[in-house]
T-cell receptor
Framework: EPEVTQTPSHQVTQMGQEVILRCVPI?????FYWYRQILGQKVEFLVS????????KSEIFDDQFSVERPDGSNFTLKIRSTKLEDSAMYFC????????????FGSGTRLTVV | AQSVTQPDIHITVSEGASLELRCNYS??????LFWYVQSPGQGLQLLLK??????LVQGIKGFEAEFKRSQSSFNLRKPSVHWSDAAEYFC????????????FGQGTTLQVKP
């Protein structure tokens, strides 16, 4: 069964440093997403990406965040200057189509900011 | 605004017993509804989804859910729980966003007693 692959599985970074979380979505999927889950809290939508541009973003997704699809396979989330409160599990997901279709989620990257 | 409420944060059932996890949503039109399961350290796996039609939907691992418009509910059920079902369960809704953004509930942690 096709999978969404995320790397690394765990990343520790110092406050103020830039991090890039990487994802390889399923190859024929067109919609890409990032979600995050702070420990003990619900999964929250960050951003959706379609046709090489952001299609929707949440209030959480401020100027510190950016997404990119640098080539035909990777989808990245960059946090420019990490804060302690950015510590969370970050999930990438992809979908063959948008509205109403179930996604395939990756296993997540646990980001710890110290 | 769309929202999802899972009233039970933690549920414990005995192996072999039946299970029902509650989910209530807030959305003006007919939503798309999903249940996901997350095992420790793992990503989110889709159990089942409701788009339209038959209000009783079958999913993987013996789970089913029933959409009740009058109660704004989408409860997850399983007739006989196995120890391997111990995990966290998330209800999610997608509706107003053309991008397929999911709004998640807080999650219910299921513990299974031998």
């Amino acid at each position: 069964e096709p999978e969404v692959t995320q790397t690394p599985s765990h990343q520790v970074t110092q406050m103020g440093q830039e991090v890039i979380l990487r994802c390889v979505p399923i190859s024929n999927h067109l919609y890409f997403y990032w979600y995050r889950q702070i420990l003990g809290q619900k999964v929250e939508f960050l951003v959706s990406f379609y046709n090489n541009e952001i299609s929707e973003k949440s209030e959480i997704f401020d100027d510190q965040f950016s997404v990119e699809r640098p080539d035909g396979s990777n989808f990245t989330l960059k946090i420019r200057s990490t804060k302690l409160e950015d510590s969370a599990m970050y999930f990438c997901a992809s979908s063959e189509a948008g509205q109403g279709f179930g996604y395939t989620f990756g296993s997540g990257t646990r980001l710890t900011v110290v | 605004a769309q929202s999802v409420t899972q009233p039970d944060i933690h549920i414990t059932v005995s192996e072999g017993a039946s299970l029902e996890l509650r989910c209530n949503y807030s959305y003006g039109a007919t939503p798309y509804l999903f249940w996901y399961v997350q095992s420790p350290g793992q990503g989110l796996q889709l159990l089942l989804k409701y788009f339209s039609g038959d209000t009783l939907v079958q999913g993987i691992k013996g789970f089913e859910a029933e959409f009740k418009r009058s109660q704004s509910s989408f409860n997850l059920r399983k007739p006989s729980v196995h120890w391997s079902d111990a995990a966290e369960y998330f209800c999610a809704v997608s509706g107003s966003s053309n991008t397929g953004k999911l709004i998640f509930g807080q999650g219910t942690t299921l513990q299974v007693k031998p």
